[in-house]
Nanobody, 121 residues
């Protein structure tokens, strides 16, 4: 069974940085688009960023210029570097794997358990 395990969440002050990591196992990493989504309290889950199997990257407008996404095929890991964090970035962040490069969460077949990111003002 595919496993995605996130790490790197925590508490940071506004303007600070965090790097989230997602380690994938039991899947052909190079064949998948790896995405990050988040869910803030009382809100719907939303797309954050994705790195497609064709090495294209996608970002939500709210994080463009502040977040970067990368993947390490040798380690089956995808990273989300988050800079200039804002209180509105506070959410549980989820790693996901899917076959299509899309912002729609329903197109991702596999999900991690999530990691909490809290940005204080």
């Amino acid at each position: 069974q595919v496993q995605l395990v996130e790490s790197g969440g925590g508490l940071v002050q506004a303007g600070g940085s965090l790097r989230l990591s997602c380690a994938a196992s039991r899947l052909i990493f190079s064949s998948y688009t790896m995405g990050w989504f988040r869910r803030a309290p009382g809100k719907e889950r939303e797309f954050v960023a994705a790195f497609s199997w064709r090495d294209a990257t996608y970002f939500a407008d709210s994080v463009k210029g502040r977040f970067t996404i990368s993947r390490d095929g040798a380690k089956n890991t995808v990273l989300l570097q988050m800079d200039s964090l804002k209180p509105e970035d506070t959410a549980v962040y989820y790693c996901a794997a899917g076959y299509r490069a899309t912002t729609y969460s329903t197109q991702y077949a596999h999900w991690g358990q999530g990691t909490q990111v809290t940005v204080s003002s």
